[in-house]
Nanobody, 124 residues
Framework: QLQASGGGLVQAGDSLRLSCAASGRTLSTYGMGWFRRAPGKDREFVSAIIWNAGRTDYADSVKGRFTISRDNAKKTVYLQMNSLKPEDTGLYFC???????????????????WGQGTQVTVSS
């Protein structure tokens, strides 16, 4: 199971760090991703990282502001979000895909497991 946490209500320009912790399994053989769903919109890709952190990917809308990282020993993946904007508001989900390749997933259908989501609200 994946447990996302760290969301909250912040002002524009603030920072948050989301965490995605795995229980009952190692994360070291999984590619991980973060997605978000804004009110009235479809789920969209935010960021992803391969199993050994050797490759990362970001949506253009968050590039330069968000940083994805992972600590396999702690079975946790992080999303550091800086310079938050109101358009970053949404329910953020983490996802996992059993993969020890360089493949990185922007397509939500690529992933095997999903967390329950953590709400991020950015006020202007």
């Amino acid at each position: 199971q994946l447990q996302a946490s760290g969301g909250g209500l912040v002002q524009a320009g603030d920072s948050l760090r989301l965490s995605c912790a795995a229980s009952g399994r190692t994360l070291s053989t999984y590619g991980m991703g973060w997605f978000r769903r804004a009110p009235g919109k479809d789920r969209e890709f935010v960021s992803a990282i391969i199993w050994n952190a050797g490759r990362t990917d970001y949506a253009d809308s968050v590039k330069g502001r968000f940083t994805i990282s992972r600590d396999n020993a702690k079975k946790t993946v992080y999303l550091q979000m800086n310079s938050l904007k109101p358009e970053d508001t949404g329910l953020y989900f983490c996802a996992a895909k059993l993969s020890v390749t360089l493949e990185i997933g922007r397509d939500p259908n690529w992933y095997d497991y999903w967390g329950q989501g953590t709400q991020v609200t950015v006020s202007s």
